[in-house]
């Protein structure tokens, strides 16, 4: 048995989910967005890799993180970028998805980067239309550049994710960021912990590889990262927890809760915080949050799908 090189490629490719990406392809995008973040520090930012080739955003849902830094991602590679919120395209006139994704589709585009509150939505699209698919967030279900940008921070300060505990507090049931998380962290051979109110839990969620608990404290115990989401506060009126100042009090990462995890542990949350919430303040803005650096790390990691899904890959050494 000997090694071969084997080539690694994101050209032509959709990006739905971590779930079904090889961990050779995360790791293409964390090797690409390590070079990309060079170019967000320089005076001039713009290069002309992706010259001639056109970008849109299609949003269903707010969005502000996610669709200004894939916008800036595409012109600071040379693309031209056009946003499409639906309060002001044809959806309102009751336009369908397949009728706007296919209207999209014939204006020549050659990516399509798409948030829609529906699971599956982008797999959808993926089937429907020609453009390269770009998951921007698909309901509850996956939200990958997210993950592969807090992939790369916590490799960018730890170095190799292996071995590494991770802890995931907050509403696990709903969160797409979560999910990505999971099966990226997994493949890089991360060990994860999940803690929150057993009615925002999704069911048989163990039965994935990860741990449980039903106290945050069991969860943040010699942590090496603690990646807080946030508490969805419209979720509140369906009576999944009791009251914002209870779910502070039993499950919000504050001081005394942070040093149960490692002195270097890595605080992360995806935005946008609800302060005095899920995270107080001081955690927030503490020498041990990467959430400021986590917003440089997205764009940059943007920046390297959009490269790698219209110009190309890597070889790596495999064994035959």
């Given amino acids: 048995m000997g090694l071969t090189k084997k080539q690694v490629t994101l050209r032509g490719k959709d990006i739905l989910g971590l779930q079904h990406m090889t961990t050779q392809e995360m790791l293409l995008v964390l090797d690409t967005a390590r070079e990309m973040k060079g170019i967000i520090g320089r005076d001039i930012k713009k290069v002309p890799t992706l010259r001639g080739k056109s970008i849109i955003n299609l949003f269903f849902e707010p969005s502000t993180r996610t669709r200004t830094s894939f916008e800036l991602a595409g012109k600071y590679l040379g693309a031209d970028v056009v946003n499409i919120t639906t309060s002001a395209s044809s959806v309102v006139k009751g336009e369908s998805l397949r009728d706007t994704l296919m209207t999209v589709e014939a204006m020549g585009v050659d990516i399509i980067v798409m948030r829609h509150e529906a699971e599956g939505a982008a797999q959808y699209a993926s089937q429907a239309v020609s453009p390269v698919i ?13 993950g592969l940008l807090d992939l790369f921070s916590i490799r960018e300060r730890k170095g190799d ?14 969160s797409r960021v979560a999910r990505s998380n999971i099966w990226g962290l997994q493949k890089m051979g991360a060990e994860i912990h ?7 839990m999704p069911r048989d969620i163990d039965k994935v590889g990860v741990f449980v608990h039903n106290k945050v404290e069991e969860a943040l115990e010699g942590a090496d990262v603690v990646n807080i989401l946030r508490i969805q506060r419209e979720r509140q009126q369906k009576g999944l927890f009791p009251s914002a100042r209870e779910y502070a009090r039993i499950f919000g990462i504050n001081k005394e809760r942070l040093a149960l995890a490692k002195p270097d542990a890595l605080v992360m949350h995806p935005g946008p915080m609800n302060r005095g919430l899920e995270i107080a303040p001081d955690i927030a803005y503490s020498d041990q949050s990467v959430i400021q650096e986590q917003v440089k790390n997205g764009l940059a990691v943007r920046m390297a799908l959009l490269f790698l899904v219209l110009m190309g890959g890597k070889d790596f050494e495999a064994t035959a």
Wanted: glycine share 12%; charged share 10%.
């Fill in 161 to 174: 994710l292996a071995s590494l505990k991770v802890a995931i507090i907050g509403d696990i049931l709903h």
């Fill in 134 to 146: 770009i998951n921007a967030g698909d309901g509850a279900h996956e939200h990958p550049s997210q």
């Fill in 194 to 200: 999940l803690a929150g109110p057993q009615t925002l």
